[in-house]
């Protein structure tokens, strides 16, 4: 089972936009989740670029051969969390801290 | 509104056996796929097992195969992972987690911890 390669960290200032790569991801069925220190993940992105009900739209997926990304647009301090890519089947990403300076 | 709670993790030795439990409310149980995810300290998150929605399906990663089942009780709403011939490297919080999709788990347990260790 491959890995799905993702940078350990990325930062931004409140309100500019970041965006997390996924290298690795073959199938279009990848999906995001953040989680926060000590919590479940929370599912973020499926199906490369569809929001559940609830996540805010400054969060975008998209996905391009096989590298998807994850863009957090106008970010907030609670937007301070790991990400995980995840692909079919069974792969996710190392994950990535992302920090909001 | 979709809970599951999780139950059973604990310290065990090398080489015991775990059992732990995912009790489901709020939705259809018998509709969905389930699965275990894990996250070693400090490390990222590692999907361990599926079951299909009607228990007639089994799926693991390589490093669990024959040591782990996983099981379903739709009477009971309840999911389980029986974990035997316990190593160090599995030590790991354990989540539950629904499918709706291809490696899409719309909600998750609030974890379990399970340490390997003499």
């Known amino acids: 089972q491959s890995a799905l390669t993702q940078p350990p960290s990325a930062s931004g200032s409140p309100g500019q936009s970041v965006t997390i790569s996924c290298t690795g991801a073959s199938s279009d069925y990848v999906s995001w989740y953040q989680q926060l220190p000590g919590k479940a993940p929370k599912l973020m992105i499926y199906e490369v670029n569809k929001r559940p009900s609830g996540v805010p739209d400054r969060f975008s997926g998209f996905k391009s051969d096989n590298t998807a990304s994850l863009t957090v647009s106008g970010l907030q301090a609670e937007d301070e969390a790991d990400y995980y890519c995840s692909s079919f089947p069974g792969l996710f990403g190392g994950g990535t801290k992302l920090t909001v300076l | 509104e979709v809970q599951l709670v999780q139950s059973g993790g604990d310290l065990v030795q090398p080489g015991g056996s775990l059992r732990l439990s995912c009790a489901a409310s709020?939705?259809?149980?018998?509709?969905?796929?389930m699965n275990w995810v894990r996250q070693a300290p400090g490390k990222g998150l590692e999907w361990v097992a599926s079951?299909?929605?009607?228990?007639?399906?089994?799926y693991y990663r390589n490093s669990v195969e024959g040591r782990f089942a996983i099981s379903r009780d739709n009477a009971k709403n309840s999911l389980y992972l029986q974990m035997n011939s316990l190593r160090a490297d599995d030590t790991a919080v354990y989540y539950c987690a629904r499918n709706i999709g291809y490696e899409t788990f719309d909600s998750w347990g609030q974890g379990a911890q399970v340490t390997v260790s003499s």
């Open positions: 709020g939705f259809t149980f018998s509709s969905y796929w």
């Open positions: 079951i299909k929605a009607d228990g007639n399906g089994t």
